[in-house]
């Protein structure tokens, strides 16, 4: 029961702390964090009512007369690529409009984990949630709360809950922390649009979070959770290694008070020829209003 309570809490501690050691070792604020946050829970708002009315529509097409892998494969570029689409446009807007002007690397690492640690922190609230749920009703009798239709699913869905081995609750944390370094990279990724003025790198953005939705769609579909957990340990370290592949200094901010002594500098310098003007009232009458 314990493990749990720890798995939920470790969850949303994680990315938090995460956080707090990338801001304080980049001597900055929480202030990108929060906005890869809520650029997050934006895309989620826009992600999922998308995918539920896309589904209702493909339902009513001829795709439900096509083989079994023909569907498979489409379900699962396809899941691939609305997640991809809906939070890389996310990641593109915060850089674009919310970040700044100074688009660098340190930016990107700051946004990144805001953007993976709240999907970490809202997972691990839900997890909490369950299990503040699943201990109030163990040892009650539910066929009061629940409807008679309802009552042998809710009673197997808790007692699967209970009966769910530690170290399969375990794989949940696991992933989420290997799912921060996946989310960083992306927005490596993306800023490199403003770093190099390249457009390009919409696309391996989306390419690369496209192919990694989906390798864990098709893999939960025909494997098991391990396996799945494997794939995506491989694109977590491809991410670090993506990470510190792109990394690159942050621009310098030149000292306005610095550029205007070396200007006042450069004038003082500079020799200034003034020719002697004759004083006399007609050459005054000419310098009067000018």
């Known amino acids: 029961m314990v493990i749990r309570l720890i798995i939920g809490l470790s969850m949303v501690a994680l990315p938090i702390g995460l956080a707090a050691i990338i801001i304080t070792k980049q001597k900055s604020n929480w202030r990108l964090w929060w906005i890869g946050g809520t650029v997050f829970v934006l ?6 009512p998308f995918n539920y009315y896309s589904s ?20 699962v570029l396809f899941l691939g690529l609305s997640a991809g689409l ?21 930016n990107a690492i700051q946004l990144g984990v805001g953007h993976g640690g709240f999907e970490s922190m809202i997972l691990g609230f839900l997890v909490l949630y369950t299990f503040i749920q699943m201990v109030v009703v163990r040892n009650m009798d539910i066929s009061s709360l629940v409807p008679p239709d309802q009552l042998s699913y809710t009673i197997e869905a808790i007692t ?12 949940g944390l696991i992933e989420r922390a290997l799912t921060l370094p996946i989310q960083i990279a992306l927005s490596v990724i993306m ?16 390419l690369f979070h496209t192919t990694v939705d989906s390798t864990a769609v098709l893999l939960m579909k025909y494997s098991n ?12 370290v491809l991410s670090i290694w993506i990470i510190f592949v792109l990394k690159s200094p942050d621009p310098v901010e030149e000292d306005p008070s610095k550029s ?23 050459n005054l009458d000419k310098t009067r209003y000018q």
Do not use: C
Request: no cysteine; glycine share 2%; proline share 2%.
């Open 43 to 48: 895309s989620q708002i826009g992600h999922i």
């Open 56 to 75: 209702l529509i493909l339902n009513k097409t001829n795709m439900i007369y096509w083989p079994q892998i023909k569907q498979t494969i489409f379900n």
């Open 86 to 106: 809906w939070e890389e446009a996310a990641r593109f807007a915060a850089l674009r409009w919310l970040v700044g002007k100074t688009k660098s690397w340190s």
């Open 160 to 171: 699967a809950y209970w009966a769910t081995p530690w170290h399969d609750v375990l794989l």
């Open 191 to 206: 800023v490199q649009v403003f770093i190099r003025i390249e457009y390009k790198w919409i696309w391996v953005a989306l």
């Open 225 to 236: 959770i391990y396996i799945t957990e494997i794939a995506v340990a491989f694109f977590s």
């Open 260 to 282: 205007n002594l070396l200007l006042f500098q450069n004038l003082s310098n500079k020799k200034v020829n003034i020719k002697d003007v004759d004083e006399s009232f007609e």
